[in-house]
């Protein structure tokens, strides 16, 4: 379907245009005539699928059919990095509506604070606000008046949900109008999300695209590979790969970290992206790598829904994602908008049965490689064999004169085992 099949405003087209935009993906075919036509939507779409242009051409163009000069729409994103995104989606599709937002996120100092409210208080249209922040303008001094919000987007609510935001969200609420239109998207659909959609939606449209199902244009392979071979391993697949930019995937911020240091001794460049860092670090690292100026990120699951870079060629699962559906999100990094890519997950045996999950959950199995040569032999793909935690128990000594059953009789005897008591 071609986006001039939506009738929207000429303006709004001319940016589509000048983007490159033409067809509609599925979610967006499917949802711009919902909100168009003013009702709540649940929709769930993984990253990837067109799911922000969903929401924003549809609400961009109520704006500028109604043209009433104040904050009319209300977007909350789970992480800054997403908030950013969103912002500079709005900034490009809306160079020639006049159209405005504003991106209102956590970080720098008491001067950007007081910029971001000035800014919602003189009135741009859309304003793109993680949780927190948003909760500390409404409850500031200078409070910010949302009585003219008409509509209200939740992105990526699972991850919101997952990071603790339920409570802050309906507390959010409570500042907007009750009549608006709200839209939620997510990637996943858990209890909790309709727990929250109950809540907040009124009759919402419901739609599912195919979530849990990586791209088709993604190459998924695995290797098999004990822990104290996986450094080599993934030394010599970064050499293979030795085009194109590259996301890491490690399953904490600490082997993020040391993994840094050991591809850099190595001669490897690569830059580590996690949460210890400054704002203002973290936003240069994504201005390199989108720039390609930095070809290798390594990093968490932060990075799985917090980033939007076209032309990755290659995701490396370093360690495999403790979810099924987190797989999907990192490996959705690769193989967007219809071009191909490759993901790699190194499989530990302690793995096996976390990786088994995943192949349940898409449907098929994924090729196991062999190790190159000189890595020593792999271990076996066994993931009915479950691998015993390096985790003991501690033992606790019982204190003197005390029994399981309490302190000891005056006068009696210890137990000794296979005499009775």
Do not use: W
């Not at 302690?350 to 890595?375: H, M, Q």
């Amino acid at each position: 379907m071609n986006f001039r099949d939506f009738n929207f405003n000429e303006t709004l087209l001319d940016g589509l245009d000048a983007m490159g935009f033409e067809k509609a993906t599925p979610i967006q075919e499917q949802s711009i005539p919902v909100v168009l036509a003013n009702k709540d939507l649940i929709a769930c779409a993984q990253t990837g699928t067109g799911k922000t242009a969903a929401y924003l051409l549809p609400i961009m163009n109520k704006i500028k059919e109604e043209g009433n000069g104040k904050l009319s729409t209300l977007i909350i994103a789970p992480t800054r990095e997403l908030a950013q995104q969103i912002d500079q989606q709005v900034e490009g599709l809306a160079y020639f509506t006049g159209i405005t937002s504003i991106p209102v996120y956590g970080g720098g100092d008491g001067n950007i604070f007081a910029q971001q409210q000035k800014a919602m208080r003189e009135g741009a249209d859309i304003v793109i606000a993680t949780p927190g922040r948003l909760i500390a303008m409404l409850t500031s001094s200078g409070s910010v008046d949302m009585s003219s919000i008409k509509h209200l987007v939740l992105d990526e609510a699972d991850r919101m949900l997952d990071m603790g935001f339920f409570d802050d969200i309906v507390r959010i609420i409570n500042y907007l109008p009750a009549e608006r239109q709200t839209l939620l998207f997510s990637a996943t659909m858990p209890p909790k999300i309709r727990l929250l959609a109950n809540k907040i939606l009124k009759n919402p449209e419901q739609i599912n695209i195919a979530i849990s199902k990586p791209a088709e244009g993604i190459l998924q392979q695995a290797y098999m590979a004990y822990d104290n071979q996986k450094i080599a391993l993934v030394k010599s697949v970064l050499k293979e790969h030795h085009t194109g930019s590259i996301i890491m995937f490690a399953g904490t911020k600490d082997k993020v970290k040391d993994l840094n240091r050991e591809l850099n001794r190595a001669g490897i460049s690569i830059k580590a992206f996690h949460s210890d860092l400054e704002q203002l670090e973290r936003e240069d690292i994504m201005r390199q790598f989108r720039n390609r100026e930095i070809r290798i990120l390594i990093g968490t699951d932060i990075l799985s829904r917090g980033i939007d870079v076209d032309g990755i060629s290659l995701v490396i699962n370093y360690d495999v994602p403790p979810d099924p559906e987190d797989y999907v999100h990192r490996i959705g990094r690769t193989a967007r908008a219809e071009t191909t890519g490759t993901a790699i997950t190194f499989i530990t045996p302690k793995d096996a049965r976390r990786f088994f999950d995943i192949e349940s959950l898409i449907g098929y199995d994924i090729v196991k490689l062999p190790l190159p040569e000189g890595l020593g032999e792999a271990p076996l793909y066994q993931p009915e064999v479950r691998v015993k935690s390096d985790f003991k128990k501690p033992s606790f000594r019982k204190k003197p004169g005390f029994t399981k059953n309490g302190p000891r009789k005056e006068g009696a005897k210890p137990h000794k085992p296979g005499k009775s008591s």
